[in-house]
């Protein structure tokens, strides 16, 4: 059996956008053409709604291209438990208003017990006191949290 990945908004993002002049975001969009064309396939990949809501914003061809990418991938269910979880994670992360999404995210991957969630949010989802504190709040409550990281950290060896 596969092992189960949560892929997040940026990930997508960084693999359909055009290539980036600045070196590091270019730097991670070739690390997620390769993980996406070498790596993936040895995972069982899901997405959110919260996901395709992102994706569907912009420009009308990017959108296209954007959902086209995950439109073979299972969508997981947001529940009033996930909610609930999503809000307890904002109030503790203290992250803004703009970024609620992103306790969504860890939310969802948290509550489906998937194995991975990969992003290249290292502000707000990839962070190590993130990771802390969704560790410590997903053990009080008896969920196992997801191994959290970039495409970088899942290569296949």
């Known amino acids: 059996m596969k092992s189960t990945v949560y892929i997040e908004t940026s990930v997508i993002s960084y693999l359909t956008a055009k290539p980036s002049r600045d070196l590091i975001v270019a730097a991670h969009q070739q690390i997620t053409n ?7 396939s040895h995972y069982e990949a899901f ?38 979880l999503a809000d307890t994670y904002f109030s503790t992360l203290a992250i803004p208003e703009k970024a609620r999404a992103d306790a969504y995210h860890l939310a969802i991957a948290s509550w489906h ?22 560790e410590e709040i997903n053990a009080r ?3 196992r949290t997801p191994i959290i990281c970039t495409p970088e950290e899942l290569m296949e060896g």
């Open 141 to 143: 409550q008896g969920i």
């Open 34 to 40: 390769e993980w996406w064309g070498n790596a993936l």
């Open 47 to 84: 997405v959110s709604p919260i996901v395709l809501e992102e994706i569907s914003r912009g420009d009308a061809d990017a959108i296209q291209s954007r959902l086209g990418k995950v439109s073979a991938f299972p969508v997981l269910e947001v529940l009033p438990e996930i909610r609930n």
């Open 113 to 134: 017990g998937i194995d991975f969630l990969v992003s290249w949010n290292c502000t707000h989802i990839v962070n190590g006191r993130i990771k802390l504190l969704i």
